[in-house]
C-alpha cells in the first residue's frame, strides 16, 4: 500500500523564483496536511485540509505561501518568491477521519533557496 | 494553546538496554499523544499512540505510559537495537480546535 508520497524529493532554487512542492495523500484519507521542519522551530504545521477545503492556515508564514487541494488525491504548496529563510524540509501528512489523528507523513521535500 | 517539552534531548544505551524518553504537556484537555520516529533524511514514522482514556500502551518493544494528574507521558524501547537509533519526537493534542504540538525531539543511539 503506497503511502504519502511527495515530489521534488528536494529542490535547489534561486532567491525570488516560484516554487511549487506536490503531495499526493494516502489513497481514503480524507485529512491532509502540510508542515515545515527547521532545526531551529522543529516542525510546524502551515496548514490542514480537510475533504480538500483548508480548515486551519494560521501557520501559513505569510502571502508568499499558498496551498491548494484541487481533488482528494493532490495537494500543492506553494511559495512565490522564494526568500532564503525559506529553506527547509517541508512534510506532507494525510489522516483517516477527519482530524488530527494517526497523521503518516510523507519523505518530505528538502527546500534550498540560495 | 499546548505547550509539549521532551526530555532529554540525546539518548546513548548500549544495544540490549532500555531507553525512556519523557514528555509533559500543559493543556489538560489534551486526548491523544502519538510518537514519531525519524530517520535520517526520512519522513516522521508514527510507531505508537495513546489516548487519554489509556494507562498504558504496548507494541512489542515499545511502550508508552501515560499519567494524566501529572500531564506527562513516556516512551519506552526494551532490548534496544542498531535500528532503533533515530530521532523521536512526542506530541500532543486536545480541546477544540487545536493542533498536533510536537516536542523538540530526542536523538537515540543504540551503540553496539
Known amino acids: 500500500d503506497a503511502g504519502v508520497i511527495q515530489s521534488p524529493r528536494h529542490e535547489v532554487t534561486e532567491m525570488g523564483q516560484e516554487v511549487t512542492l506536490r503531495c499526493k495523500p494516502i489513497s481514503g484519507h480524507n485529512s491532509l496536511f502540510w508542515y515545515r521542519q527547521t532545526m531551529m522551530r522543529g516542525l510546524e504545521l502551515l496548514i490542514y485540509?480537510?475533504?480538500?477545503?483548508?480548515?486551519?492556515d494560521s501557520g501559513m508564514p505569510e502571502d508568499r505561501f499558498s496551498a491548494k487541494m484541487p481533488n482528494a488525491s493532490f495537494s500543492t504548496l506553494k511559495i512565490q518568491p522564494s526568500e532564503p529563510r525559506d529553506s527547509a524540509v517541508y512534510f506532507c501528512?494525510?489522516?483517516?477521519?477527519?482530524?488530527?489523528?494517526?497523521?503518516?507523513f510523507g519523505p518530505g521535500t528538502r527546500l534550498t533557496v540560495t | 494553546g499546548e505547550n509539549v517539552e521532551q526530555h532529554p534531548s540525546t539518548l546513548s544505551v548500549q544495544e540490549g538496554d532500555s531507553a525512556v524518553i519523557k514528555c509533559t504537556y500543559s493543556?489538560?484537555?489534551?486526548?491523544?499523544f502519538p510518537w514519531y520516529k525519524q530517520e535520517l533524511g526520512k519522513g516522521p514514522q508514527l510507531i505508537i499512540d495513546i489516548r487519554s482514556n489509556v494507562g498504558e500502551k504496548k507494541d512489542q518493544r515499545i511502550a508508552v505510559t501515560l499519567n494524566k494528574t501529572a500531564k506527562h507521558f513516556s516512551l519506552h524501547i526494551t532490548e534496544t537495537q542498531p535500528e532503533d537509533s533515530a530521532v523521536y519526537f512526542c506530541a500532543a493534542i486536545g480541546g477544540t480546535a487545536s493542533k498536533l504540538t510536537f516536542g523538540t525531539g530526542t536523538r537515540l543511539q543504540v551503540t553496539l
Open positions: 501528512a494525510s489522516s483517516s477521519g477527519g482530524g488530527y489523528y494517526e497523521q503518516y
Open positions: 485540509f480537510n475533504n480538500n477545503v483548508p480548515i486551519d
Open positions: 493543556d489538560s484537555a489534551s486526548n491523544y
